[in-house]
């Protein structure tokens, strides 16, 4: 062999493994503290717990499949997140604990928001007539095809929405300056302690508190039959209905939907804090608001089952990021009839005209929840996916992309306590799990050399690189796809070494075997090398087989030790092939190598050059004498 060759190779894995982690990721290239730094878990840097707490329509505990199915969900959402060994447990009956490391918790707080997607023609709008919110800009919505320059729906700047076709045949949704929300990848419910699912008996209790809470007045708004009613009433009628500014948000969503919309005085604040799941039900008309204005939508015609993937990606012309949904064969065929409906609708007055865009046409609400994402005019057939684009930052985009992706949870919960975990015990136990490391490994060095005396070198430098390998991965690898390294991974990093000793022991003592068998050291390393490897692959082997298995197959801290014992053993038998074995074929054709007390063969090397006997060669035989 050519040893050069190998440990060129291993060379090379290094300065590529090195240069990543200097030039990527944060921080400046002199920022060596910044660049060596992996990402640390729960237990080591501290954190974020937060409870979701299951509301069912009678108040009783929810089916255990069910809250099994919510956690996966919700565990998926964590991990599409690019956050490694989450810790998502059931507790109790009806609760749902979340456990993520580091300080930012906010897009964890919105991992358990249901995410109902629904797709809704707009039938009428009105002005919202409650306190107006600060401005700010709101993501939109648009719908494009396959082919490039087929129709297409993208915000433009206008008051009223409006869009004027072009040549290639697009359609812009504009979007007022004064939006109502600010842009949210999952909008988080009100804190108020009635804001929590309300469905079945809930709802009718409360709805029977509410009509007792505003009795003659409740009895006057049902017979308001238009925003204009109201307006035409003048201050009379605007001082008599009030009463509804005061309702809160869980009581606005027991309402009947025409009194949601056509009562002035209930504003787009209270409609947009209503509880998750307050519009959910697809088969009913809804009220939502969208850019300061009241939307009455129809049914839901294209629902988030209907969607067969969701991804985001930065869109370069708007310079934003975006979410791509794809239907499904069916869903694909619902959205291409709903744009259908809007478009020929709009000839025929089955629209409002405050519904209309400048030109006639009709919207289409994109809902999420309990907000309208968007409303963009429709003014061809769509045949194609839809975007939802505006102004999404990254975190936003992914934390909605995974939210579809992943599907709506089965249970509505309402956020409890969300907690800051301290790191000092973790930071404690590191320690102590450093020491005990390093005396450790400081003993498994002291006695490779006092035993195997120059391989016991071949061991050390073997671990040494063996831990460079690993330091570069766990860097890496918590840069993305975000790998944290925990208490319990630590721990799987610490077993990886004993199982790169018994590699060492499996070929040195299979070297001896070699020696004693009358081969000298020269020829016995190669020869070692050959049956030696064959175990070492298969004791490897079964290590990472069960790795995987345990890594499959567990979940939150287990998960981590597994899959850190899995990546040492693999990159240890990158350092056996391109280091251990290239090294000892070079040890072996050197001097020392040949010296019972350097070379650390002892006894066996000192037999074999006892037995040697001189030999020469004669008219092509061998023969022996005595020495």
Same mark, same amino acid.
């Given at each position: 062999m050519h040893p050069s060759r190998y440990l060129a190779v291993l060379g090379g894995i290094f300065v590529v493994l090195y240069a990543l982690v200097f030039f990527t990721g944060p921080g400046s290239i002199g920022d060596v503290h910044q660049k060596l730094k992996p990402r640390l878990g729960l237990d080591l840097v501290g954190g974020t717990t937060l409870t979701l707490i299951a509301q069912t329509d009678d108040g009783k505990a929810p089916p255990k499949t069910s809250l099994e199915e919510a956690r996966n969900i919700i565990e998926q959402r964590v991990n599409g997140l690019?956050?490694?060994?989450?810790?998502?447990?059931?507790?109790?009956?009806?609760?749902?604990?979340?456990?993520v490391a580091g300080q930012n918790s906010d897009a964890i707080k919105q991992v358990g928001q249901p995410a109902q997607l629904r797709f809704r023609k707009v039938l009428n709008a009105t002005q919202d007539q409650g306190p107006k919110a600060p401005a700010t800009p709101k993501p939109s919505a648009s719908a494009s095809t396959k082919p490039k320059a087929s129709g297409s729906a993208k915000p433009s700047a206008s008051k009223t929405p409006s869009s004027k076709p072009s040549a290639s045949?697009?359609?812009?949704?504009?979007?007022?300056?004064?939006?109502?929300?600010?842009?949210?990848?999952?909008?988080?419910?009100?804190?108020?302690?009635?804001?929590?699912?309300?469905?079945?008996?809930?709802?009718?209790?409360?709805?029977a508190k509410v009509q007792k809470k505003l009795g003659a007045t409740y009895q006057l708004a049902q $017979?308001?039959?238009?925003?204009? $009613?109201?307006?035409?009433?003048?201050?009379?009628?605007?001082?008599?209905?009030? %009463?509804?500014?005061?309702?809160s948000p869980a009581e606005v969503a027991v309402l009947p939907t025409t009194m949601q919309f056509n009562i002035p005085q209930i504003s787009c604040k209270q409609l947009d804090n209503r509880p998750a799941g307050s519009i959910d039900k697809e088969k009913e008309q809804v009220v939502s608001c969208d850019s300061g204005q009241k939307l009455l939508l129809d049914q839901a015609k294209v629902l988030g089952t209907d969607v067969k993937s969701a991804d985001y990606t930065y869109d370069n012309q708007a310079g934003g990021w975006k979410v791509t949904l794809s239907f499904k064969g069916h869903g694909q065929s619902k959205w291409t009839n709903l744009t259908k409906e809007a478009f020929d609708n709009s000839g025929k007055n089955k629209c409002e005209q405050a519904a209309l865009g400048a030109e006639g046409h009709c919207r289409v609400a994109i809902v999420l929840d309990t907000k309208v994402v968007s409303s963009p005019q429709?003014?061809?057939?769509?045949?194609?996916? /839809?975007?939802?684009?505006?102004?999404?930052? $990254?975190?936003?985009?992914?934390?909605?992309?995974?939210?579809l992706k992943f599907g709506a949870l089965p249970l509505t919960f309402h956020q409890g306590e969300a907690n800051q975990v301290s790191a000092s015990l973790g930071t404690s136990q590191l320690e102590a799990g450093l020491i005990a490391a390093a005396i450790g490994l400081l003993i498994v060095i002291l006695y490779s050399l006092?035993?195997?005396? =120059?391989?016991?070198?071949?061991?050390?430098?073997?671990?040494?690189?063996?831990?460079?390998?690993?330091?570069? %991965?766990?860097?890496?690898?918590?840069?993305?796809?975000?790998?944290?390294?925990?208490?319990?991974?630590? /721990?799987?990093?610490?077993?990886?070494?004993?199982?790169? &000793?018994?590699?060492?022991v499996i070929y040195f003592e299979r070297l001896k075997d070699e020696i004693r068998?009358?081969?000298?050291? !020269?020829? &016995?390393?190669? #020869?070692?090398? %050959?049956?030696?490897?064959?175990?070492?692959?298969? /004791?490897?082997?079964?290590?990472?087989?069960?790795?995987?298995?345990?890594?499959?197959?567990?979940?939150?801290?287990?998960?981590?030790?597994?899959?850190?014992?899995? *990546? &040492?053993?693999?990159?240890?038998?990158?350092?056996?092939? =391109?280091?251990?074995?290239?090294?000892?074929? *070079?040890?072996? !054709?050197?001097? &020392?190598?040949?010296?019972? #007390?350097?070379?650390?063969?002892? !006894?066996?090397?000192?037999?074999?050059?006892?037995?040697?006997?001189p030999t020469r060669r004669r008219s092509g035989r061998t023969e022996t004498k005595e020495a």
């Open positions: 690019g956050i490694a060994e989450p810790e998502v447990v059931t507790e109790g009956d009806q609760n749902i604990v979340v456990s045949k697009s359609a812009k949704a504009s979007k007022s300056p004064s939006a109502s929300s600010t842009p949210s990848a999952a909008p988080s419910p009100s804190g108020d302690n009635d804001d929590v699912a309300v469905n079945g008996t809930a709802k009718k209790k409360l709805l $017979q308001v039959t238009s925003p204009d $009613q109201v307006a035409q009433g003048g201050a009379q009628a605007e001082e008599a209905l009030k %009463a509804f500014r005061k309702l429709i003014t061809s057939v769509i045949a194609g996916d /839809a975007e939802i684009t505006g102004g999404f930052s $990254q975190s936003q985009a992914t934390l909605l992309a995974n939210q006092f035993y195997y005396r =120059l391989l016991g070198i071949v061991i050390f430098l073997s671990l040494v690189l063996s831990g460079l390998l690993v330091f570069a %991965a766990l860097i890496l690898l918590g840069r993305n796809p975000g790998l944290t390294l925990t208490l319990a991974g630590f /721990a799987g990093f610490v077993v990886s070494l004993g199982v790169a &000793a018994d590699s060492f068998d009358g081969r000298s050291p !020269r020829s &016995a390393v190669p #020869r070692a090398w %050959a049956r030696a490897r064959r175990t070492i692959i298969s /004791a490897n082997a079964i290590t990472v087989l069960c790795a995987a298995v345990l890594y499959f197959l567990s979940a939150g801290s287990v998960k981590g030790f597994a899959f850190a014992l899995g *990546l &040492a053993t693999i990159l240890d038998l990158i350092v056996v092939f =391109l280091f251990r074995h290239p090294i000892m074929t *070079l040890f072996a !054709r050197s001097k &020392a190598f040949l010296s019972p #007390r350097v070379s650390g063969l002892g !006894r066996v090397l000192e037999g074999h050059q006892a037995e040697e006997k």
